[in-house]
């Protein structure tokens, strides 16, 4: 288990909606302490904890485990949307011609790994 990702899950999700510690803390019933040694990968999170925090963040437990496990093709299709879903057709165009882009480098210089 890559605490230090789960840590760094629910700093984003908790930045991106604009949450202190403090107030997350609170909405899950947990410590300001707790929480920051979670998001400092210095505690790790229980069953229980994620379920708490998941709920306080409005997102579902898979939300906050993303990026932990090697072959989670539905995680990086979330992660994809979320990156995509406030951009205009032009810049998803990009997007897309960027990604199309650097997959054909990659696949053309097998010896470059990611």
Known sequence: MNYSKIGA????????????QEKLAEKANLSV?????????????????LIKLASALN??????????????????????????????????????DTAKALKKIIRENSDVRL
């Open 59 to 96: 997102v579902t437990a898979d939300r906050i485990l993303r990026g932990n496990q090697e072959n989670d093709l539905c995680g990086l299709e979330s992660e994809l949307n979320e990156l995509m879903g406030d951009c205009t057709i032009h810049e998803r165009n990009i997007i897309i």
């Open 9 to 20: 899950n629910i700093r984003e999700l908790r930045r991106s909606q604009k949450i202190t």
């Open 33 to 49: 302490r707790y929480i920051s040694n979670i998001e400092k990968s210095d505690k790790h999170i229980s069953l229980e904890t």
